[in-house]
């Protein structure tokens, strides 16, 4: 970065560095999102009785299985999620055991990404800063875009 007094100059790299860090932040805390609802929604008290009383999770596992016999995660890799479905009982196991580190990263990330936004000035009004600085107007930009992504929650009624 270069700077010019205390305002710094972005240039085109700077920015889609910084755009690639927002964007796999983003990244990181959907999953997070996700195993959190899944987490939530495996806990919640009568969900798995509910589960093994309509068979249990023997048709999912069976065709993850034969997913991941068939070696279709080498010809598909977008869908090589579906091998964590051969044993859900694991995977449920995995997503408790690791619920407190998932909790601990999604605060870091959002810490990481207020940080972003402070250090390059994105609540800024200054119509200097945002000439010197376009990118601002971008960072902002893919900042929020990723509070829009959120998953159900789940609550006691």
């Known amino acids: 970065l270069q700077k010019e007094g205390s305002t ?5 790299n700077d920015i889609d560095e910084i755009l ?3 964007s796999e932040s ?3 805390l959907s999953g997070i999102r996700a195993c959190k609802f899944f ?9 798995s009785k509910a589960i093994d009383d309509v068979g249990g999770w023997d048709k999912i596992e069976y065709y993850a299985q034969m997913f991941m016999e068939c070696k279709l995660d080498k010809d598909v890799p977008d869908e090589m999620h579906f091998q964590h479905l051969a044993s859900v009982a694991l995977l ?3 997503i ?8 601990k990263l999604e605060k870091e990330c959002h810490g990481s990404l207020r ?3 402070k250090r390059f000035r994105c609540g800024t009004r200054k119509k200097e800063v945002l000439r010197l600085n376009p990118g601002i107007r971008v960072i902002q930009k893919y900042l929020k875009a990723g509070g ?3 998953f159900p929650s789940v609550t006691n009624c």
Not at 39 to 47: N, Q, Y
Not at 96 to 103: A, I, R, S, T, V
Request: proline share 3%.
């Open 8 to 12: 710094i100059i972005l240039n085109d």
């Open 20 to 22: 690639l860090d927002i």
């Open 26 to 28: 983003h990244i990181v």
């Open 39 to 47: 987490h939530t929604v495996m806990t919640w008290p009568g969900v």
């Open 92 to 94: 449920i196991k995995k």
């Open 96 to 103: 408790d055991k690791d619920f407190d580190l998932l909790c």
């Open 115 to 117: 940080r972003m936004w």
């Open 148 to 150: 829009d992504t959120y």
